[in-house]
Nanobody, 122 residues
Framework: QVQLAESGGGLVQAGDSLTLACAVS????????MAWFRQAPGKEREFVAA????????SYTDAVKGRFIISRDNSKSTLYLRMNNLKPEDTAVYYC???????????????WGQGTQVTVSS
């Protein structure tokens, strides 16, 4: 029904920027809103950012607020996460996700991508 595929991860230095992308296949009312989650070594998966279908509303976790920008291009069926001023604490596997709204996406999602590794060195 809905498939998500992340790309753009890699190894960068602290202070650098990186853009992640998520290709979306299929459509569902349960997947109108989208989000990024991440899971760092030894930690539970956590919410990073979410965006509505029309990009009218966005939401960010405090740890990335002011540094990361979530966006989407529906004509290209792609979700993005622009990560600026990366810190070693941002090192994690980043997952693309989709759900009915950004409120529910702050806790869980109906669809998940396979994840892409982001490693930030000091």
């Amino acid at each position: 029904q809905v498939q998500l595929a992340e790309s753009g991860g890699g190894l960068v230095q602290a202070g650098d920027s990186l853009t992640l992308a998520c290709a979306v296949s299929g459509r569902s009312y349960e997947a109108d809103a989208m989000a990024w989650f991440r899971q760092a070594p030894g930690k539970e998966r956590e919410f990073v950012a979410a965006i509505t279908y029309t990009s009218s509303t966005t939401s960010y976790t405090d740890a990335v607020k002011g540094r990361f920008i979530i966006s989407r291009d529906n004509s290209k069926s792609t979700l993005y996460l622009r990560m600026n001023n990366l810190k070693p604490e941002d090192t994690a596997v980043y997952y693309c996700a989709a759900g009915p709204n950004i409120i529910s996406l702050r806790r869980t999602a109906d669809y998940w991508g396979q994840g892409t590794q982001v490693t930030v060195s000091s």
